[in-house]
């Protein structure tokens, strides 16, 4: 059982930087790729980035889109988001995700498609 540990949230002012960590232990040579998800107050869980754990490849998704930067340091089985030009509608509790099956364009904004999630690290914007 892959386990997930993020840490790094807190509260920044709009315009200000935030990086996620999250720590994953456990058999981690399944992990086909991780993700980050956040979910609002009384709103669902979305998708914000993922990577391909091999390959490094990233896709974001538009809300985020040159403004977040998701990677992963393989010896160290950690992800990370780093998060600039920080908007109040960034505000949300931030999960990170793996997933041991092959990942589509499509499948990996879906939330069941993910096996493991680690607890969540708020992340509040002032305005």
């Known amino acids: 059982q892959v386990q997930l540990a993020e840490s790094g949230g807190g509260l920044k002012e709009t315009g200000g930087s935030l990086t996620l960590s999250c720590a994953a232990s456990g058999p981690t040579s399944n992990i086909y790729a991780m993700a980050w998800f956040r979910q609002a107050s009384e709103k669902e869980r979305e998708y914000v980035a993922i990577i391909s754990w091999s390959t490094g490849h990233t896709y974001y998704a538009d809300s985020v889109k040159g403004r977040f930067t998701i990677s992963r340091d393989i010896a160290a089985n950690t992800l990370y988001l780093q998060m600039d030009s920080l908007k109040p509608e960034d505000t949300a509790v931030y999960y990170c995700?793996?997933?041991?099956?092959?990942?589509?364009?499509?499948?990996?904004?879906?939330?069941?498609?993910?096996?493991?999630w680690g607890q969540g690290t708020q992340v509040a914007v002032s305005s």
């Open positions: 995700a793996a997933t041991k099956g092959l990942t589509t364009e499509t499948t990996m904004t879906f939330v069941w498609h993910y096996d493991f």
